[in-house]
């Protein structure tokens, strides 16, 4: 029955019946909780909509990796509301003013912690820098300004940290000996992607080899939409998918985009995994 309901829902939806859903995986920031007040230094990690509903496996690692670096987390959970929001889904349909709801009630909840030096990190490329771009557009003035100062993606944060001294992060050999890791294009725009490549080589005897990619030909619920299938495909094609099936069975293979692990799995049958996941399996 489940897999004719699937095929109804997609039918319904004008999905491409080639692509895999989502699964909903619970409901990560239902209960999380700060780390217990054992560090002077702070963190708010933002855990976007795809990463506490599908993947909170990823939020899980990033919480301890964080913890281990000896930081005390804290998370965007908004009391009696539904989760906070960067509003980027409504922007890719066209609805300006709920995107910039949502981009306001994130500035509500957020700056108090900013306001006292909390930097926000974020796990998802395209939410976590909304907030440095999008959100600058909304006339928000100052106040957008000081939230976009201190987001940084969960790579850029860890780097920053060790760079100014404040952090080691005590990492093992994995018992993989290479890593492939494909670039969001956010963080290709952001030129963000170079903290991911530092961060993996903290890893001992890692060997890590970046794929040069264009888009990965998801982008969002574009490659999921079943006129844009084939396009989306091809995108992915051109170098992003031959990769990754030439990659040997003991490789990882790292993305830090939800669409990117999506389409790496419809499209070569391989699972890819966010950077947070592989430092995790790292700890000392």
Same mark, same amino acid.
């Given at each position: 029955?489940?897999?004719?309901?699937?095929?109804?829902?997609?039918?319904?939806?004008?999905?491409?019946?080639?692509?895999?859903?989502?699964?909903?995986?619970?409901?990560?920031?239902?209960?999380?909780?700060?780390?217990?007040?054992?560090?002077?230094?702070?963190?708010?990690?933002?855990?976007?909509?795809?990463?506490?509903?599908?993947?909170?496996?990823?939020?899980?690692?990033?919480?301890?990796?964080?913890?281990?670096?000896?930081?005390?987390?804290?998370?965007?959970?908004?009391?009696?509301?539904?989760? =906070?929001?960067?509003?980027?889904?409504? %922007?890719?349909? #066209?609805?300006?003013?709920? +995107?910039? !709801?949502? @981009?306001?009630?994130? $500035?509500?909840?957020?700056?108090?912690?900013?306001?006292?030096?909390?930097?926000?990190?974020?796990?998802?490329?395209?939410?976590? =820098?909304?907030?440095?771009?999008?959100? %600058?557009?909304? #006339?928000?003035?100052?106040? +957008?300004? !000081?939230? @976009?100062?201190?987001? $940084?993606?969960?790579?850029?944060?860890?780097?920053?940290?060790?760079?100014?001294?404040?952090?080691?992060?005590?990492?093992?050999? =994995?018992?993989?000996?290479?890593?492939? %890791?494909?670039?969001?294009?956010?963080?290709? +725009?952001?030129?963000?992607?170079?903290?991911?490549?530092?961060?993996?080589?903290?890893?001992?005897?890692?060997?890590?080899?970046?794929?040069?990619?264009?888009?990965?030909?998801?982008?969002?619920?574009?490659?999921?939409?079943?006129?844009?299938?084939?396009?989306?495909?091809?995108?992915?094609?051109?170098?992003?998918?031959?990769?990754?099936?030439?990659?040997?069975?003991?490789?990882?293979?790292?993305?830090?985009?939800?669409?990117?692990?999506?389409?790496?799995?419809?499209?070569?049958?391989?699972?890819?995994?966010?950077?947070?996941?592989?430092?995790?399996?790292?700890?000392?």
């Amino acid at each position: 029955r489940l897999p004719l309901l699937s095929r109804w829902l997609k039918r319904g939806l004008g999905l491409a019946e080639q692509r895999a859903l989502p699964r909903f995986d619970g409901d990560f920031l239902a209960t999380a909780s700060a780390s217990p007040a054992t560090s002077t230094r702070e963190v708010l990690l933002f855990v976007d909509t795809f990463n506490n509903y599908m993947e909170p496996e990823n939020a899980r690692a990033a919480c301890r990796v964080l913890e281990a670096a000896g930081y005390r987390v804290h998370f965007n959970r908004a009391p009696q509301e539904r989760p =906070l929001c960067c509003g980027r889904t409504y %922007l890719a349909a #066209g609805q300006v003013d709920k +995107a910039k !709801a949502e @981009a306001r009630r994130t $500035l509500d909840h957020l700056l108090p912690f900013v306001e006292r030096g909390v930097s926000i990190v974020g796990l998802e490329p395209s939410c976590l =820098l909304t907030m440095r771009d999008e959100f %600058l557009r909304y #006339g928000y003035g100052e106040e +957008a300004r !000081a939230l @976009a100062k201190a987001s $940084l993606l969960f790579e850029e944060f860890l780097v920053r940290e060790r760079d100014a001294g404040r952090m080691l992060l005590a990492l093992k050999p =994995l018992e993989t000996p290479r890593v492939l %890791l494909h670039g969001h294009c956010h963080q290709k +725009a952001f030129d963000a992607l170079r903290p991911v490549e530092q961060v993996l080589r903290w890893i001992p005897d890692l060997e890590v080899r970046t794929i040069e990619t264009s888009c990965c030909g998801m982008a969002g619920s574009f490659g999921y939409e079943r006129e844009h299938y084939e396009t989306s495909m091809q995108m992915a094609e051109l170098a992003l998918l031959p990769a990754v099936r030439q990659a040997k069975a003991g490789d990882l293979v790292v993305a830090d985009g939800t669409s990117c692990r999506h389409q790496i799995h419809d499209g070569a049958q391989r699972m890819a995994s966010h950077v947070a996941r592989v430092l995790e399996r790292a700890l000392v």
